[in-house]
């Protein structure tokens, strides 16, 4: 492919009408097929960090991986310069992707060539683009000079990429987040997944966030609650405007009214001081009730009156003192059971969920599994001073064929106890570290029901067989899992998943949403 040819491509693509990710995977696709090279990946620089959006050679985790610059001398060299840094194949800077390159995971890789171009939008530093060889000489004296002609059309799709991204959240909440609350959204509370479960909770949360009504976030344990509520107020038009988090499960009903409502002195032993309670610190802000189901019934009275009023009232004290608060609750129980059971009140119930959010768990978000398993290699690499861990393949299945009753909570402990017992197995820093299925310590029992014996043989010696399933239940499970192994294999690309199963691709989301793998 010639440079006229690969400039061509990518500024037919700058006026077509594609998704963001489509624009940009096109992208890398279309450098990595001009330069025949292992790999291709643009990142976007946050804060201190460097993002994925768009890679092609690289191992499933790529994307859900966070790459700080100062671990990382090849990418804070490349931001550093202008124009193309390139690397001889000898260099003694390690390379971030080292490990990482699809189809050949877990070679060291100590002689292949790299270059890398940092990228500019509007006159500031956006991020980088970064091209990896496996052998010798693929970037040649000329390599660099041809992604330099190149790189006015690779700003040029980022650039209407965040335009574009900017458009989307306009006609989604109709006002724009100011310069600080975007930074907010990438510094800490970055939510990690590209499945559909996710980009469509990602969407409603868009569309609940400039509301002024309650929000309930219902979910397992672990699934990040407190992370969506960030999001929430982060989109919110009280940004600028306090968050305050409250664990109900941790407050002890002696001191909970107070807590959250304060105290004027002398309303009981101890008080020697006015003391202004939780729901005054969030006052402009946003209430994050964590575990709202844990409150007492005679706090829940008095929450209630907030949210009708906008009143609160200090123990000790008969003067009501207005407050503007948005509340956001979370609970990982059946609220509507406990009402029945009569330990929460039916009225600030229906107060509380004028906007249920169901937020879905790790078992029902299909690959995210190993973009965030990408995030937490990532982390304990840099913990624990690792040249590379990753993955091998068999791990990857083993992650995908667990339920994870604790959602991402677990799978973040189960990564750093592997990695930690596999430096305990004498692993050396300076290789690569691969882990591998024993060392995740996953509870088979809790494999999914598609990965069980569909088929019981007869019992030796004896006339009676073990019960079979129904046969259209065998059928499902059957179905279900090629649908999972191809979506692995394809990486969450129902179109090539659909042509790898001999299906049109319509008929593969129907069948998909009927096994209940879709929403």
């Avoid at 998704?19 to 001009?34: D, I």
């Avoid at 990532?378 to 791990?395: I, V, Y």
């Amino acid at each position: 492919m010639t440079i006229d040819t690969t400039q061509l491509l990518l500024l037919t693509d700058l006026v077509a009408v594609l998704p963001a990710a489509v624009r940009l995977q096109r992208l890398v696709n279309s450098l990595r097929a001009h330069f025949a090279c292992g790999s291709v990946a643009l990142l976007r620089l946050e804060q201190e960090h460097l993002r994925p959006l768009a890679v092609d050679g690289l191992t499933s985790d790529a994307l859900g991986r966070r790459f700080a610059v100062k671990d990382h001398p090849r990418l804070a060299a490349i931001l550093a310069r202008r124009g193309v840094t390139r690397f001889p194949h000898d260099s003694p800077l390690s390379d971030p992707y080292d490990g990482l390159i699809d189809g050949h995971a877990g070679q060291p890789l100590p002689v292949h060539d790299c270059m890398g171009m940092a990228l500019n939008v509007e006159g500031e530093r956006w991020g980088v683009v970064t091209l990896d060889a496996l052998d010798i000489g693929r970037f040649d004296a000329q390599a660099p000079c041809e992604l330099e002609q190149l790189a006015s059309a690779i700003e040029a799709a980022v650039r209407i990429t965040r335009l574009e991204a900017e458009i989307r959240a306009l006609r989604t909440t109709g006002w724009s987040a100011p310069a600080s609350a975007r930074t907010a959204l990438r510094e800490d509370n970055e939510i990690v997944g590209q499945s559909e479960a996710i980009v469509h909770l990602l969407h409603e949360l868009r569309v609940v966030a400039d509301s002024e009504l309650p929000a309930l976030l219902l979910g397992e344990t672990g699934v990040g609650k407190e992370l969506f509520a960030h999001r929430l107020h982060q989109l919110s038009r009280r940004v600028g405007k306090p968050l305050v988090h409250v664990n109900c499960a941790a407050l002890p009903e002696s001191l909970a009214e107070s807590e959250l409502f304060g105290h004027a002195k002398g309303a009981f032993s101890g008080a020697t001081s006015e003391r202004p309670g939780r729901i005054e610190a969030a006052d402009g802000g946003t209430l994050f009730l964590d575990e709202v189901g844990e409150l007492p019934l005679a706090i829940q009275a008095k929450l209630l009156r907030t949210l009708q009023n906008g009143e609160i009232q200090r123990l000790g004290t008969d003067r009501p003192r207005r407050v503007n608060v948005r509340v956001i609750a979370a609970t990982n129980r059946q609220l509507r059971e406990l009402v029945r059971e009569g330990a929460f009140r039916d009225d600030l119930y229906h107060r509380l969920s004028v906007y249920p959010i169901p937020i879905p768990p790790l078992r029902e978000r299909g690959n995210d599994v190993l973009l965030l398993a990408g995030r937490f290699l990532e982390l304990n690499r840099g913990r624990l001073g690792l040249r590379s861990l990753r993955l091998s393949a068999a791990a990857e299945a083993a992650l995908r064929r667990y339920r994870w009753p604790g959602n991402v909570r677990e799978l973040e402990h189960v990564i750093s106890r592997a990695a930690l017992k596999a430096m305990s197995r004498g692993a050396d820093r300076r290789d690569i570290v691969t882990l591998e299925p024993d060392m995740l310590d996953l509870d088979e029992q809790d494999a999914p029901a598609s990965e069980e014996v569909l088929a019981v043989p007869r019992d030796p010696g004896t006339e009676v067989l073990p019960a079979l399933a129904p046969l259209h239940e065998m059928v499902a499970a059957t179905q279900r899992q090629a649908i999972q192994q191809a979506l692995v294999l394809h990486r969450d690309n129902w179109a090539a998943a659909a042509r790898a199963l001999g299906l049109d691709a319509s008929n593969l989301h129907k069948l998909a949403r009927r096994l209940g793998l879709k929403a």
